[in-house]
């Protein structure tokens, strides 16, 4: 199973889609229209203490590039890390946390599947 980030979800949702991946408390958080949405089979990842321990750790390390991140972003990519899932997403900002991390990537662009694995 993977975990959807929260454009691919919004994406899924206006293309009617049935959605079978997971999603964050975060995604919930930015968008809580997928709490009522029909064809939402997934699982909801809650953030536990040990994600927000690595979100400080993956943070601190963005910023030794120079690359910091929003915290959604770090707190998505700490519960994927955490839970061993590979992130699916459309924001290329998960491609430097993948470069400080071991988060599973997969960037696919709005008109396809276009892989790119970090």
């Known amino acids: 199973m993977s975990v959807l980030d929260t454009s691919v979800i919004i994406y899924k949702i206006k293309d009617n889609a049935s959605i079978h991946d997971n999603v964050t408390e975060i995604t919930v958080l930015e968008f809580p229209p997928i709490l009522k949405y029909p064809k939402f089979y997934g699982r909801i990842y809650y953030l536990r203490r ?15 590039i120079g690359a910091q991140k929003p915290i959604p972003d770090i707190l998505i990519a700490a519960i994927c890390i955490n839970r061993n899932e590979e992130l699916i997403t459309m924001d290329d900002d998960f491609i430097d946390i993948s470069r400080v991390t071991n988060l599973k990537t997969m960037l696919i662009a709005r008109d396809g599947m276009k892989e790119q694995e970090e």
């Open 50 to 64: 040990s994600d927000l321990n690595l979100a400080l750790k993956i943070q601190l390390n963005l910023r030794k």
